[in-house]
């Protein structure tokens, strides 16, 4: 008789992973009385879905880890002493002027309702933390080194800066920092950060001797104000190079996990020699995740423009849906935009199915995944019975052709007619919102290409034409039995292609009263793209 599969926790990437963090910190010889997971917030543009990921991927081991009996903690470590690099797309060129200061010393471009430019970038991300669920210890970088917590590391590390320089050229061939100290002090004069070079250390005195000479960032030269002076690297007016300040953090607070994109890849490798040949502690396990894309190929950036907000996302889709997006794989560059919402939503309930046993799978190890996504979808706070399921385009087609001023009632009372809240209808009210908020800014109606047999292509067009002849809902229906009929077809498989067509999903609301809520022409518009696509 076979054994059943060991079942890891819920079963999914995340539980296995803690595992692993567990034996490695075993073998270290560490403690276990509190294990920290970290990711870095970027606070110089507006946070993007791949910054949202970045900080569930590291939660959700997290919560993997007291699911395993361990206490653990996710730091949401806001990178605010960075300095500006270029003003991101949508904000005013006047921004310019600030270029190299520190974020968290730049005036908030948007009025007075942020302490300044990085505190008002990292709330946007912490807000969406807050809207999903996250439980987080937020640490503001400029306040980290203003209190001092990396102070024992920066000395550390610039006593042996010259070592420190040569381990950053052996891993990625830099030779900047062969003659320079990692280290940018803000300069006393003009107030840049990026302007700045460190030349000299002064151990006796924990002074560091600079410059004000420039720098060239982002393909642009910024000029300096030419003013030498020294400065206390104990009294928070600088911050370490990027090369070397991930060991620092590590260290001092002491993190045992994080995941990192692959864009920083070149600097993770050298903060693990630093961490490890300098500071002399073993850095924490990581994973290595790809990024997101837009639909046109490039990598989502906070500053070139194509950012998608988790704001964005929240206006047409649940958190629930966008951690799914987030968590369903951790390896591979994807491609996402706004219309992937409508899939993901619909996919949140065919895992909410398998979840309360709607939806059979035989493979216990897939099932106990499949319910452990599921789970993590939730942040581990799964509601006790399931949400209304009503496939996304069937909302927004409903929502498309409501009469002003009455929409929810008009919509609820179609789908009470479908029968579609005959289980409930937890989770309505939202889910027309979403559809509402669809209709009003995209002309264009949630689309899923369906791939059509050359008769089911025929079929189509056949029944377009008796569409056109039709007089109402009882006509609408007894036409596609007798299109079905002429072709020898069954009128179930057509229904299902017509359902697939017209509302995603391979069953739905009966066909007649359905065409003639949503208008004949409108779904006949419907099925002329999709033959036309075919």
């Known amino acids: 008789m076979t054994s059943p599969p060991e079942i890891i926790g819920h079963g999914t990437w995340y539980d296995k992973a803690a595992k692993e963090l567990i034996e490695r910190e075993l073998r270290l010889g560490r403690s276990l009385d509190l294990i920290r997971t970290e990711s870095g917030l970027g606070a110089s543009g507006f946070p993007h879905i791949g910054s949202l990921g970045d900080c569930i991927r590291n939660y959700a081991i997290a919560l993997a880890l007291e699911e395993q009996g361990y206490k653990a903690e996710y730091i949401a470590f806001s990178d605010d002493k960075d300095g500006l690099r270029k003003v991101p797309a949508g904000l005013p060129k006047k921004l310019e002027k600030w270029l190299g200061y520190p974020v968290s010393d730049?005036?908030?471009?948007?009025?007075?309702?942020?302490?300044?430019?990085?505190?008002?970038?990292?709330?946007?991300?912490?807000?969406?933390?807050?809207v999903i669920g996250v439980d987080y210890r937020f640490m503001s970088g400029a306040k980290v080194y203003k209190q001092g917590l990396l102070n024992r590391e920066i000395i550390e590390i610039l006593e042996k800066a010259e070592r420190a320089g040569r381990i950053i050229y052996e891993e990625i061939g830099q030779t900047k920092f062969l003659n320079s100290l990692p280290y940018f002090p803000v300069c006393e004069n003009c107030g840049r950060i990026y302007t700045t070079n460190a030349y000299k250390y002064l151990p006796d005195e924990r002074k560091v001797l600079y410059r004000c000479e420039g720098m060239e960032v982002k393909g642009r030269w910024l000029e300096g104000c030419g003013y030498e002076g020294e400065v206390d690297v104990t009294a928070g007016e600088g911050k370490l190079s990027w090369k070397v300040e991930f060991a620092a953090r590590w260290r001092a607070l002491d993190i045992r996990f994080e995941a990192y994109g692959k864009d920083i890849a070149d600097s993770?490798?050298?903060?693990?020699?630093?961490?490890?040949?300098?500071?002399?502690y073993e850095p924490p396990m990581h994973v290595q995740y790809e990024m997101f894309l837009d639909k046109s190929g490039r990598k989502i950036s906070k500053s070139a423009g194509n950012v998608f907000t988790p704001q964005v996302w929240f206006r047409y889709g649940s958190p629930q849906s966008l951690n799914l997006l987030l968590l369903k794989r951790?390896?591979?560059?994807?491609?996402?935009?706004?219309e992937d919402i409508p899939v993901y939503m619909d996919e949140l309930d065919r895992l909410e199915d398998v979840y309360f046993d709607r939806v059979n799978v035989e493979d216990?190890?897939?099932?106990?995944k499949l319910r452990g996504l599921y789970?993590?979808?939730?942040?581990?706070?799964?509601?006790?019975?399931p949400s209304v399921h009503i496939p996304y385009r069937l909302l927004v087609n409903l929502a498309r052709v409501a009469p002003e001023g009455r929409e929810e009632e008009y919509i609820r009372e179609k789908l009470g007619e479908y029968g579609y809240l005959k289980r409930g209808e937890r989770g309505l009210e939202e889910r027309i919102r979403y559809a509402l908020n669809w209709v009003r800014d995209f002309e264009e109606p949630v689309r899923k290409p369906v791939e059509l047999s050359e008769e089911e292509a025929e079929a189509v067009r056949m029944l377009i034409?008796?569409?056109?002849?039709?007089r109402g809902a009882d006509d609408y229906q007894s036409a596609v039995f007798k299109v079905a009929r002429s072709l020898g077809l069954s009128p179930r498989r057509f229904f299902r292609t017509l359902y697939l067509i017209l509302i995603g999903e391979p069953q739905g609301p009966r066909f007649g009263p359905y065409v003639e809520a949503i208008g004949v022409e409108n779904a006949i518009g419907e099925l002329e793209r999709a033959v036309e696509r075919d």
Request: net charge negative; proline share 7%.
């Open 106 to 130: 730049i005036p908030d471009p948007f009025g007075r309702c942020h302490e300044s430019f990085g505190d008002h970038m990292s709330s946007l991300l912490l807000e969406a933390l807050d």
């Open 268 to 280: 993770v490798k050298v903060n693990d020699r630093i961490c490890r040949e300098i500071l002399g």
């Open 330 to 338: 951790f390896i591979g560059t994807r491609s996402v935009g706004v």
């Open 364 to 368: 216990p190890k897939e099932r106990a």
């Open 465 to 470: 034409e008796e569409l056109r002849r039709g």
């Open 375 to 385: 789970e993590y979808c939730w942040l581990l706070k799964p509601p006790r019975e």
